[in-house]
């Protein structure tokens, strides 16, 4: 019987391979587009007007207004724009085959609107998080839940804000 | 206080299935633009720009923050669990540094 032979060197090269493929299915798990690409970490990036973000973000998906299942716990006047807490709760089926995959925070004034986005898996069991936002000026904050099946939901809520924190 | 100071809160005690709120808080300064004629001085900036949380080894939450994230920043998140363990939040910073805190979830 003739055997195929494998070297050492073949094997070892096969092995890393492998080893690198399983690295790169277990790590873009959770985040699929990024805010800021690798290369570009901490560096200014473009101005962004709100109409792009949202194109940027969610394609030409329409956002259905549900106001009565998402509740956003925002003040009606921030004093200083540069803390301003934010709470989201919600109520939206968190099953394995249709749940929140992300929450997005918009702020539509800010240099680039894209405050946070939050990653939620079935296993948090609720669709709530909590968070510090900034806020360059008076504006819309756009509160965005985006479903496993591609279904967005969003509340709008102004903040009236007396000093700006963003800085510049 | 030093910056990366990881601080976590969780409920005292649990219960199986229960859905518990972890409140994370974080001393960073998440350094804002600079402008210098209107225009952003193009350097790197020090913020963090994602944190990611664990329980009991298996990732549960991740968000991806901004400079339009406050200094010190709060994160609040909600786990559902089933049994006693520890969760773990690593916060990554622009730089490459990571911070991370951990805090038990008791039954």
Redesign the interface.
């Known amino acids: 019987m003739k055997r195929t032979r494998i070297s050492r060197r073949q094997a070892l090269r096969l092995i890393g391979a492998a080893g690198l493929a399983i690295g790169a299915v277990s790590f873009g798990t959770l985040l699929p587009t990024g805010v800021a690409s690798a290369q570009a970490l901490g560096m200014p990036q473009d101005e962004e007007k709100v109409a792009d973000t949202m194109k940027r973000l969610f394609g030409g998906r329409t956002v259905q207004e549900a106001a009565d299942r998402i509740k956003v716990d925002a003040p009606l006047i921030a004093e200083n724009g540069a803390v301003v807490p934010i709470k989201v709760d919600a109520e939206l089926p968190m099953n394995p085959d249709k749940y929140v995959k992300n929450i997005y925070i918009i702020a539509d004034k800010n240099r680039r609107p894209l405050n946070a986005r939050f990653a939620l898996t079935p296993e948090a069991g609720k669709a709530s998080i909590a968070t510090n936002i900034r806020l360059a000026a008076t504006s819309d904050v756009r509160v965005i839940a985006e479903m496993s099946d591609g279904a967005l939901f969003g509340v709008t809520r102004e903040v009236k804000v007396t000093v700006g924190g963003c800085g510049g | 206080m030093s910056v990366g100071q990881v601080r976590i809160r969780v409920p005292e005690k649990a219960k199986a299935g229960e ?1 518990v ?1 972890v ?1 994370v808080l974080i001393t960073h300064p998440q350094e ?4 210098k004629d209107g225009k ?8 963090l ?1 994602r944190v990611e949380a664990t ?1 009991n080894g ?23 669990v089933s049994e006693p363990g520890t969760v773990k939040v690593t916060f990554f910073e ?2 490459g540094k990571t911070y991370s805190g951990e805090a038990q979830i008791r039954f």
């Open positions: 859905v709120t409140r804002t633009l600079a402008f952003p001085v193009a350097r790197q900036y020090n913020f720009h329980y298996k990732k549960v939450f991740e968000a991806e923050m901004t400079q339009a994230v406050s200094q010190n920043p709060l994160v609040a998140f909600p786990i559902k622009t730089t």
